[in-house]
């Protein structure tokens, strides 16, 4: 079992900065990939970044050179750095992580981005 914890989201105008953090606990030593995912009002959940075990990151084309995941292996923690926000990264955000044939998801963080 893994348990995800999420914490950093609330309200920013647009153009403004939120991380975002992902702390682990549990079989941690058995995840692969970490992600963040982000679910707006009447849309699926899509993917916004990963990072994997070995530190190869990618990120969705919307928040390219905007967002920038890591993590801190010491602390089990994943970020989510957001910069330049918009008002269309209006969502819920949701903690990822993958192991071989299971996967985890936190409770979610909202973040509001007021235009």
């Known amino acids: 079992q893994v348990q995800l914890v999420e914490s950093g989201g609330g309200l920013v105008q647009a153009g403004g900065s939120l991380r975002l953090s992902c702390v682990a606990s549990?079989?941690?030593?058995?995840?692969?990939?970490r992600g963040w995912y982000r679910q707006a009002p009447g849309k699926q959940r899509e993917l916004v970044a990963t990072?994997?075990?070995?530190?190869?990151?990618n990120y969705a084309d919307s928040v390219k050179g905007r967002f920038t995941i890591s993590r801190d292996n010491a602390k089990n923690t994943v970020y989510l750095q957001m910069n330049s926000l918009k008002p269309e990264d209006t969502a819920v955000y949701y903690c990822?992580?993958?192991?071989?044939?299971?996967?985890?998801w936190g409770q979610g963080t909202q973040v509001t981005v007021s235009s």
């Open positions: 990072i994997t075990s070995g530190g190869s990151t």
């Open positions: 549990g079989r941690i030593f058995s995840i692969n990939v």
């Open positions: 990822n992580a993958r192991l071989v044939g299971l996967e985890y």
